[in-house]
């Protein structure tokens, strides 16, 4: 099993800027990646952004490309986003996701075995 931690929302304005971290514990993650996801009210769950352990491969949702950075502190089984020039409409709900296994894509809610419990993100216009 693998628990994930999520933290750092909060509540800024509309051109700032917040970093969320999400901690991983219990099982290696060696081979494996975590992801962050987001969820506004009435919408489905959505790609944010990926990041693979062995490698540091990264991947974006169009939507936040050239605004958002995933990182990763191995060391820490922790990543990182940082959240850049924040629009109202991200404002959402966001899961931090673990998965142990190598291959497969990244995009994807079900390509990932185990969540956080979300941290709440708002920017106000």
């Known amino acids: 099993q693998v628990q994930v931690v999520e933290s750092g929302g909060g509540l800024v304005q509309a051109g700032g800027s917040l970093r969320l971290s999400c901690t991983a514990s219990g099982r290696s993650l060696s081979y494996g990646a975590m992801g962050w996801f987001r969820q506004a009210p009435g919408k489905e769950r959505e790609f944010v952004a990926a990041?693979?352990?062995?490698?540091?491969?990264?991947y974006y949702a169009e939507s936040v490309k050239g605004r958002f950075t995933i990182s990763s502190d191995i060391a820490k089984n922790t990543v990182y986003l940082q959240m850049n020039s924040l629009k109202p409409e991200d404002t959402a709900a966001y899961y931090c996701a673990a998965r142990t296994r190598f291959s497969g894509s990244y995009t994807g809610i079900y390509d990932y075995d185990y969540w956080g419990q979300g941290t709440q993100v708002t920017v106000s216009s």
């Open positions: 990041i693979t352990w062995s490698v540091g491969n990264t």
